[in-house]
């Protein structure tokens, strides 16, 4: 199957010429539309006072959770999707392109991303001015071994988004060297899985600069599913297992502790009782 290429200027001018967008600023509250029951755990945040408190241990930062747009292996027969090498780490159809544009999240500190290509797709696309896109291949989607989940090597990675028009020098590769790459998808436990994608934010929580506030993780359905699971909650995991399906390139924002515990804000899990009644 051959690749399309499509300039990202031209994409974005095109799409927001006909798509009407509101940009989300920094202190107002970011939605979204996910169907279910409230999920219990994260109502009684306060995080007015979290986000101001001068306590290092109550410190917070804001993530916003992105699953990639559309992929061509989301609108692909059930067949083809299981089986079409053609569909090995495949990018964005024109949906989801549009999807991508119209992420307008402003001031964000960081951009953290799955390293498969539509992630990396909808990164470029939705920030296109962001200075700098850090790859973690933890973020990668996990579970079934379908041809889009294949990782491919870097140097692929970065000739079609190329080709795509996109400016890849945006993309830092640095913390995921080429032999770090697997030559095929990966199946580890459920645990494991569990634990690194945490790690991610734990590391992020630790590691990163005080003046790093407002972060967009670029990644997948299974992976925002996980990173919102608390182990340590039996009905709160039920809950989001049961309830939380994150949509195509819809933000969910979200509470990032000192420890690298995630909670959803109390308007997002407000929208979902709103869905429900």
Known sequence: MKRTSTPATAVRRDIRARTPSTTVTPRKSHTTSTKGASISRA????????????????????????????????????????????LTDCGLTDLGKE????????????????????????????????????????????????????????????????????????????????????????????????????????????????????????CHYHVIRTALSDPFDAKQSRDIQKNLHPKNAEPIRCLLHADGRLQMFPEELHSLDATQS
């Open 99 to 218: 999807q991508a544009a119209n992420i307008l999240l402003s001031e964000i500190d960081l951009i953290v991303c799955s390293p498969l290509t539509r992630a990396l797709q909808t990164a470029l696309i939705a920030f296109p001015k962001h200075s700098k896109i850090v790859c973690n291949y933890d973020l990668r989607e996990v579970g079934s071994m379908i041809p889009e989940n294949l990782p491919r090597k870097i140097h692929e990675v970065q000739a079609d988004l190329q080709e795509w028009g996109l400016d890849v020098s945006q993309i830092d590769f640095e913390s995921q060297k080429p032999d770090q790459w697997p030559n095929r998808h990966e199946t580890p436990p459920k645990v494991v899985r569990r634990d690194r994608i945490r790690d991610v934010f734990v590391r992020l929580a630790e590691k990163l600069p005080h003046d790093i506030d407002r972060i967009a993780v670029i």
């Open 43 to 86: 109502a009684a945040i306060t995080p007015r006072k979290l986000l101001h408190s001068t306590d290092t241990e109550l410190r917070c930062r804001t993530v916003y959770l992105i699953r990639h747009g559309q992929s061509k292996g989301q609108v692909a027969p059930e067949h083809d999707r299981r089986f079409d090498e053609s």
